[in-house]
Antibody, heavy 127, light 108 residues
Framework: EVQLVESGGDLVQPGGSLRLSCAAS????????MSWVRQAPGRGLEWLAS????????HYVDSLKGRLTISRDNAKNYLFLQMSSLRVEDTAVYYC????????????????????WGRGTTVTVSS | EIVLTQTPGTLSLSPGERATLSCRAS???????LAWYQQKLGQTPRLLIY???IRATDILDRFSGSGSGTDFTLIITRVEPEDSAVYYC?????????FGPGTTVEIK
């Protein structure tokens, strides 16, 4: 069974840092790009960052560039998100998800979508 | 930056009715980059549709997606109580992902 389990969420003071983890199992983790998405209380989904299967590329939401670092350990099947200078507005549930980049049948273009999601880990930023 | 707008904000339907959810992009986008997700209350998001019209694995054929350019639609034929959820469209554009604000579907 494909499974993603996030951990590392905590109560942290404004200005603090936190490292989230996502343990992957049930699939060949090293073959998949991955993403982090968050959801503030009562709000919608916000994509944060993505990383290619071999960590050769990282991409971040413009509004949070400089405060986020996505990384992965393919040997241990883990995805990470390092967050710094945390603000009250960073309070949210943080999800990891597999990012599928699959070719269309004719091979001329690709589909991009987040196929499997974890249950999320809660980050609360408060003094 | 491409902005996604979803309408209506809330859709209230009786079981058996048809739900039509709209996702509009602020500029023309490639349909292969458009996906739809369902998120039930207290649950994790679930992929419904990718490539604007391709159902994900195990998604019932009551769910269908269509559209091109700037206008995309998710249709749920014959809604059932378990379809009560927030539905988000998502776009991939130049290495970035954007979610729409969501449409809440309520089943009376």
């Amino acid at each position: 069974e494909v499974q993603l389990v996030e951990s590392g969420g905590d109560l942290v003071q404004p200005g603090g840092s936190l490292r989230l983890s996502c343990a992957a199992s049930g699939f060949t983790f090293s073959r998949y790009s991955m993403s982090w998405v968050r959801q503030a209380p009562g709000r919608g989904l916000e994509w944060l960052a993505s990383i290619k299967h071999d960590a050769s590329e990282e991409h971040y939401v413009d509004s949070l560039k400089g405060r986020l670092t996505i990384s992965r350990d393919n040997a241990k099947n883990y995805l990470f998100l390092q967050m710094s200078s945390l603000r009250v507005e960073d309070t949210a549930v943080y999800y990891c998800a597999t990012l599928r980049i699959s070719p269309a049948a004719d091979g001329y273009y690709y589909f991009y979508y987040m196929e499997v999601w974890g249950r999320g880990t809660t980050v609360t930023v408060s003094s | 930056e491409i902005v996604l707008t979803q309408t209506p904000g809330t859709l209230s339907l009786s079981p058996g009715e048809r739900a039509t959810l709209s996702c509009r992009a602020s500029q023309s986008v490639a349909s292969n980059f458009l996906a739809w997700y369902q998120q039930k209350l207290g649950q994790t998001p679930r992929l419904l549709i990718y490539g604007a019209s391709i159902r994900a694995t195990d998604i019932l054929d009551r769910f269908s997606g269509s559209g091109s350019g700037t206008d995309f639609t998710l249709i749920i034929t014959r809604v059932e109580p378990e379809d009560s959820a927030v539905y988000y469209c998502q776009l991939y554009d130049r290495s970035q992902f954007t979610f729409g604000p969501g449409t809440t579907v309520e089943i009376k």
